[in-house]
């Protein structure tokens, strides 16, 4: 038995209590673990084990932080090439026209599979989750499912916290931990407690549900040129498809259990929440905004497994770590959006720094400083990832400008928190601090460059002319991504970091240079116009083109970035 009995009645005492058992708390009771077999870890969970496979919780896409998370840091891999799928990159379709013919959008994608070292996958939650749980007991770690929390003392003067449980035989128990970890998502029962809520701008609604059949997007088109742009090994069906349109996405996901996973997301100021919160509702919005995808719903319609929704789900915190031995994991602290799939990231940065924390206390040292640098970094890093959705729904309608965003915030990604992720850094930034000023100038860059992609936007309503763009068709995409799997020494990533950041700052300078000059060429409107002038007078843009024009002759973007800009400037 792993818990070790307490002083007091012979309450069970152990070193974490971990305060629901979803991927967030599973993940850290694992990786806990690991770092530091003598913990005794207490894992409660709401629900019975086994959970539903396929309709049980959303987020089933990852992305190369959450992919190398679980296959490296976890060891998972022979679950995930076993039991999921490989994910064939993130893809998106941009409306053209009535949506009713795939081949003329605007598309997105890869045309061949990424290397392995930064793979993705393509998650069935119930699969994962179940098969999570049944490593705890293998691995020493007390697993107390269909168990709920009914009360939390937390009592930082004294040695251990108090958790209070009820069983499913309504049975009530004590239980003391020296460390408090709420994993309980969306319930956020800690932070309740706290009055830690904080809210955020970002105001976006989702609706989804999964259907018992497979969709191929693959296979909406019979076009040889269209199917010709994908590689033979590839399949379009294996990546997360998003259909885009203005304040809009769509996402088409396949789970390793035969399922399909559909939701919609959408701006709340742009389209009503009650146009589609339910299924027949949901249907009749995508019969009018995405046929085609309506269409290859409908003869399976009574196969559908759940429907959900989801109302102004992003949220933030005002602190998710503390020196008083409790800490937020998951979605208990915070959520962003569900594009680009961030969810497994920020569990993935969340549970490095809660493992670092907690393994440093109980092994006896002050972490008064460390909670206060692992809360900050944290929250800066969630503050910075937020711009890249705050007020930006409505760009999704323009492909032009979203097609160069998409490519700019994913390289973006790669270049710094993906890196620094791989590299297991986040932890030791405070050991750092040229990788701190770093990542505090990435997001100063990231935040004018996400508000220049509005106005650009708001401004140029030009067609879009570019038919398909591989993130591999531009030489220095290739090398952030699989720059991020490198063995670098501590010196090396001081280095790559650096370097990284003035990539991003050159490819911003040259993006506002471009459409700068081609936006002066046109002035099609008095708007326009306008907006040339206060471009023109925006010291912090003029730092980033000079940034660019100064590394010109040596064209460290690549021909292909200017060539792409370019066509999607002139449309």
């Not at 119930?126 to 705890?136: C, D, H, I, V």
């Not at 146009?275 to 046929?291: G, V």
């Not at 009574?302 to 937020?328: H, I, K, P, T």
Request: aromatic fraction near 10%; charged fraction near 25%.
């Amino acid at each position: 038995m792993s818990d070790v009995q307490g002083r007091e009645n012979s309450i069970p005492q152990y070193d974490v209590a971990i305060l629901g058992g979803g991927a967030a708390g599973l993940t850290l009771a694992l990786q806990l673990k690991k770092i530091r077999p003598a913990t005794s870890i207490l894992v409660v969970e709401k629900n019975p084990h086994p959970v539903p496979e396929a309709a049980h919780k959303v987020g089933e896409s990852t992305v190369e932080i959450g992919g190398h998370y679980l296959r490296e840091v976890l060891r998972l891999e022979d679950h995930l090439q076993e039991q999921q799928l490989n994910k064939f990159g993130l893809r998106m379709f941009f409306s053209r026209g009535d949506n009713r013919d795939i081949a003329r959008r605007a598309e997105l994608g890869a045309r061949s599979w990424a290397p392995k070292a930064v793979g993705t996958y393509q998650l069935d939650r119930g699969r994962l989750e179940n098969a999570l749980g049944g490593k705890l007991a293998a691995n020493g770690i007390s697993f107390r499912a269909g168990c709920q929390v009914k009360q939390v003392t937390l009592q930082p003067q004294d040695e251990l916290h108090r958790v209070r449980l009820l069983a499913d035989n309504q049975v009530e128990q004590d239980v003391d931990a020296r460390w408090v970890v709420d994993a309980t998502g969306r319930y956020s029962l800690l932070k309740r407690q706290l009055g830690l809520t904080k809210k955020v701008d970002h105001e976006a609604n989702a609706v989804w549900f999964r259907i018992k059949h497979r969709i191929d997007i693959g296979e909406w088109s019979d076009d040889p040129e269209w199917l010709g742009q994908v590689h033979e090994e590839g399949r379009r069906e294996l990546s997360t498809n998003h259909l885009m349109g203005p304040g809009y996405w769509v996402w088409l996901i396949p789970l390793a259990s035969g399922s399909m996973s559909i939701g919609i997301v959408t701006d709340a100021r742009m389209h009503r929440f009650d146009e589609m919160n339910r299924f027949d509702r949901a249907l009749a919005w995508l019969h009018e905004h995405e046929p085609q995808c309506a269409e290859a719903i409908e003869p399976y319609r009574e196969q559908m497994q759940d429907f959900r929704v989801l109302r102004n789900y992003a949220y933030g915190c005002e602190q998710v770590f503390s020196d008083r031995r409790w800490c937020l994991a998951g979605e208990s602290g915070v959520f962003l959006d569900p594009f680009y799939s961030p969810g497994m990231d920020l569990i993935a940065i969340g549970n490095d720094l809660i493992t670092d924390l907690i393994v440093h206390a109980l092994d006896g040292e002050d972490v008064e400083e460390r909670a206060a640098i692992h809360n900050q970094i944290f929250l800066l890093l969630f503050d910075g990832w937020l711009r890249i959705y705050d007020q930006q729904y409505g760009i999704m309608g323009s492909a032009r400008v979203m097609l160069t965003k998409v490519v700019w915030d994913t390289a973006a990604y790669w270049a710094i928190p993906g890196l620094l992720s791989f590299q297991r850094k986040f932890p030791e930034l405070a050991d750092f601090q040229p990788i701190v000023f770093a990542l505090a100038r990435f997001n100063d860059v990231s935040a004018h460059v996400q508000t220049f992609f509005r106005e650009w936007q708001a401004v140029d309503h030009s067609e879009e002319s570019t038919p398909f763009i591989s993130f591999y068709d531009f030489d220095f995409m290739a090398k952030l991504h699989i720059g991020m799997a490198a063995e670098l020494s501590d010196t090396d990533l001081v280095a790559q970091v650096t370097d990284n950041l003035r990539l991003i700052e050159q490819i911003s300078g040259q993006l506002a240079s471009t459409v700068i000059a081609e936006c002066s060429a046109r002035l099609e409107n008095a708007e326009m116009r306008e907006q040339v002038e206060r471009w023109k007078g925006d010291d912090y843009l003029a730092e980033l083109i000079e940034i660019y024009e100064k590394e010109t002759p040596a064209n460290p973007v690549g021909d292909e970035w200017i060539a792409f800009e370019r066509s999607a400037v002139n449309g």
